[in-house]
Nanobody, 123 residues
Framework: QVQLVESGGGLVQAGGSLRLSCAAS????????MGWFRQAPGKEREFVAE????????YYADSVKGRFTISRDNAKNTAYLQMSSLKPEDTAVYYC????????????????WGQGTQVTVSS
């Protein structure tokens, strides 16, 4: 079992940057694939980015590729999402998640979820 807590969300102007953090506690953090998802009002939760157990491989949704960077520090039991060149369409609640399946992008393959952190991008 692992518990996840996101932080770092907030209000930012278009073109700005934010860094989200996901602190994990419980079982060995490095044994999990970590992912970031987001859910905008009235829309389904969607995949944003994922990172392998060691952090050596990452994947991104096309909509954020080149603007967002996922990373992890296994010594600190923390995953990060650095978001740059933010757009109003990036406004959503952002969730981190832990799972065992890499390259899945599916919510069903992530077993543990944080409570989410709101990101609002103003135009």
């Amino acid at each position: 079992q692992v518990q996840l807590v996101e932080s770092g969300g907030g209000l930012v102007q278009a073109g700005g940057s934010l860094r989200l953090s996901c602190a994990a506690s419980g079982r060995a953090f490095s044994s999990y694939v970590m992912g970031w998802f987001r859910q905008a009002p009235g829309k389904e939760r969607e995949f944003v980015a994922e990172i392998s157990w060691s952090g050596g491989t990452t994947y991104y949704a096309d909509s954020v590729k080149g603007r967002f960077t996922i990373s992890r520090d296994n010594a600190k039991n923390t995953a990060y999402l650095q978001m740059s060149s933010l757009k109003p369409e990036d406004t959503a609640v952002y969730y981190c998640a832990a799972g065992a399946q890499f390259r899945s992008r599916s919510l069903r393959d992530y077993n543990y979820w944080g409570q989410g952190t709101q990101v609002t991008v103003s135009s």
